[in-house]
């Protein structure tokens, strides 16, 4: 039974969610620094240097701000979109 536990809060900790606590903008780089479990600099740096040099950074980011939900949260922005309209 323990393991079985241990398994569901390894997956529920695994989700890749927007976080709510460490946000400079969205909360998507400190999301995938955690489901990456890396440095959340190291990802917020690769966001800059990707819109810097080719501009994928920025839309990258603001692919994931609509797509990833935030921690706490079922639906992404673009998920509450598609289920309530724009005006909910």
């Given at each position: 039974?323990?393991?079985?536990?241990?398994?569901?809060?390894?997956?529920?900790?695994?989700?890749?969610?927007?976080?709510?606590?460490?946000?400079?903008?969205?909360?998507?780089?400190?999301?995938?620094?955690?489901?990456?479990?890396?440095?959340?600099?190291?990802?917020?740096?690769?966001?800059?240097?990707?819109?810097?040099?080719?501009?994928?950074?920025?839309?990258?980011?603001?692919?994931?701000?609509?797509?990833v939900a935030d921690v706490g949260s079922d639906n992404s922005i673009a998920g509450?979109?598609?289920?309530?309209?724009?005006?909910?």
């Amino acid at each position: 039974m323990k393991n079985s536990e241990n398994h569901a809060t390894t997956e529920e900790s695994r989700q890749l969610r927007r976080s709510v606590d460490d946000r400079k903008i969205a909360g998507v780089a400190s999301g995938l620094a955690k489901y990456f479990n890396t440095d959340v600099t190291l990802v917020r740096v690769l966001f800059v240097g990707l819109s810097f040099f080719s501009g994928v950074g920025v839309a990258l980011y603001l692919a994931a701000w609509a797509l990833v939900a935030d921690v706490g949260s079922d639906n992404s922005i673009a998920g509450d979109v598609v289920l309530h309209g724009w005006c909910h």
